[in-house]
């Protein structure tokens, strides 16, 4: 097992200074251009990938460091360039933690790799978890699979929404009720493969912040996939089903579902994301403070400018060491017993949000324009204490394993 360190040994450094480079002279550069556009930045995901930062080897690389700080380093250093190019670069990782969390190894050689593509051919995947009333109530969630015994197929129906690459995504991993009678423990995993007929994209949001990163309804009709595109197996899928039927019967323990095995794999991602936003708004702060002068002296120079800064950065360290602890907690497998990841995000999601708005009022009316970045990235930070689990849900999940009471 690991031991944990605050000191990065000299490959994660390598990574992190190599991925600080792309995200400084590629991603920022283009950062305002594809933000006005609203577009999936197509051109820079390529760069990524001709470099080796979009492929499966990457990240595999990142997600199996014996430390678990390979995923919290990348994902800092790519969202210090821009949160929504970044998204539009680390969004297929969603879809494939999903695989990892619940597929077998069989799929997960199968599907990862379609979900890349290669320089010449670049592909991105997608996630479909949340729906038009199944947000972060996932009991409520209506898309259905049926499993078809004479054809081997599962028959999916229902509308996605908020999905990250969805509908331009080859490969969608979905998650479906299959036994509406228990809850959100009848839930499962799908394979989309590509170009399945039934699958479209619905409306695409236009969204307040991450504006490069693709997002919109995935619309089912119909949809039939192979018995195969099951993640995990029928004979898996019927053994916990079998289990969460009689726990319900008798009050049991409770059982994860898909979607939130998916999501606590990523909530210290998701933080490590914000930490690196709100760390790149606050370096525009300190060297706007440190150069505009007013009153004939640097405004840094005035304690409440001074203390602002102070406050911003200590937050953004106690921040990344949550995210540390939680990305090394997971990967050596000790269990969230105060549930430390939902703790890393909320805490940095919230760091995020208040840091670029304390970065936005240290420029004054600067800050206010679109001629600073400041402004992008207070639109941006919104969205990690929304998206997968708002900040209120990380309080109930910390509340109910801190009390093991049934929290409402």
Known sequence: MAEFTLELNDDQKQVKEWLHGFAADVIRPAAA???EREETPWPVIQEAAKIGIYSLDFYAQQF???TGLGIPVAMEELFWGDAGIALSIVGTGLAAVGVLANGT???IGTWIPQMYGDADDVKVAAFCSSEPDAGSDVASMRTRAVYDEAKDEWVLNGTKTWATNGGIAGVHVVVAVVDPDIGSKGHASFIVPPNTPGLSQGQKFKKHGIRASHTAEVVLEDVRVPGHCLLGGKEKLDERLARARE???SGGERVKNAAMATFEA???AVGAMAVGTARAAYEVALDYAKTRSQFGRPIID???IAFQLADMRTRIDAARL??????WMATTGKPFTSAEGSMSKLYASETARDVTAQAIQILGG???TREYPVERMHRDAAIYTIFEGTSEIQRLVIARTLSDMPIR
Request: aromatic share 14%.
């Open 247 to 249: 726990r319900a019967k």
């Open 33 to 35: 251009e594809w933000d």
């Open 64 to 66: 199996f460091d014996p």
């Open 105 to 107: 190894e069989e799929q």
């Open 322 to 327: 949550l995210v540390w602890r939680a990305s």
């Open 366 to 368: 600067n800050g206010f």
């Open 266 to 268: 990523s909530r210290p």
């Open 302 to 304: 005035n304690q409440g």
